[in-house]
């Protein structure tokens, strides 16, 4: 069973701090990594994909991908009130399917 | 505007009253598909579809069918809904070029009950 895992959280995080997500998957096959923001209530949206080992910037927000290990991450850096939201990270595997996480939801306390 | 729009955004409805959810998307987009989701299972796929004529099952299908006749249009169907279909349903698009199609611009949602 393809799995990709996330900490459902709260994370509860100080405004003006970096929020740190983390999602591990279990297909190695793996090859393309996506993060949606979901307010609540709302629909996904998506804000970063990943496709190459390390680093991936744009503006406040970093994507990194650890495939030896099998671990993508997003961080968001001077963190905002309006970043209160789950995030979603999804794996696309070998068949071209997406896995999706459960989502963790972030709270960005004032 | 570039969009995905689904109807209706909400409905109650009863046990065994067949109904359809639309979807359109105006970006031209080849890949289509609908997920379901619901309190602590996150998003599960229910079909997609790589182009016009051509759809597959995703993970969860039972109870569901849907067609696309054109390439704009991927209608949801609920023959016979049942109350644990009572769900989020979002329908979402991307270009479908191989590795992109996990780049997905999604619908506001259709919030179904069923009773």
């Known amino acids: 069973q393809k799995e990709v895992e996330q900490n459902s959280g709260p994370l509860s995080v100080p405004e003006g701090a970096i929020a740190s997500l983390n999602c591990t998957y279990s297909d190695r096959g793996s090859q393309s990594f996506f993060w949606y923001r979901q307010y609540s209530g709302k629909s996904p949206e998506l804000i970063m994909s990943i496709y190459s080992n390390g680093d991936k910037e744009d503006g406040r927000f970093t994507a990194q991908l650890n495939k030896a290990s099998q671990y993508v991450s997003l961080l968001i850096r001077d963190s905002q009130p309006s970043d209160s939201a789950t995030y979603l990270c999804?794996?696309?595997?070998?068949?071209?399917?997406?896995?999706w996480g459960a989502g963790t939801k972030l709270i960005i306390k004032p | 505007e570039a969009q995905v729009t689904q109807n209706p955004r909400y409905l109650i409805t009863v046990t065994g009253k067949k109904l359809t959810v639309t979807c359109s998307q105006n970006?031209?987009?080849?890949?289509m598909s609908w997920y379901r989701q619901d309190p602590g299972l996150g998003l599960r796929q229910i079909y997609y579809s790589m182009n016009v004529e051509v759809t597959d099952k995703g993970d969860v299908p039972e109870g569901y069918k849907v067609s696309r006749k054109e390439k704009r249009n991927f209608p949801l169907i609920l023959e016979s809904p049942s109350p644990n279909q009572t769900s989020l349903y979002f329908c979402?698009?991307?270009?479908?070029?191989?590795?992109?199609?996990?780049?997905?611009?999604f619908g506001e949602g259709s919030r179904l009950t069923v009773l």
């Open positions: 970006m031209n987009h080849e890949y």
């Open positions: 999804a794996a696309m595997d070998s068949n071209y399917q997406l896995i």
């Open positions: 979402a698009s991307t270009e479908g070029r191989r590795g992109r199609t996990g780049e997905l611009f």
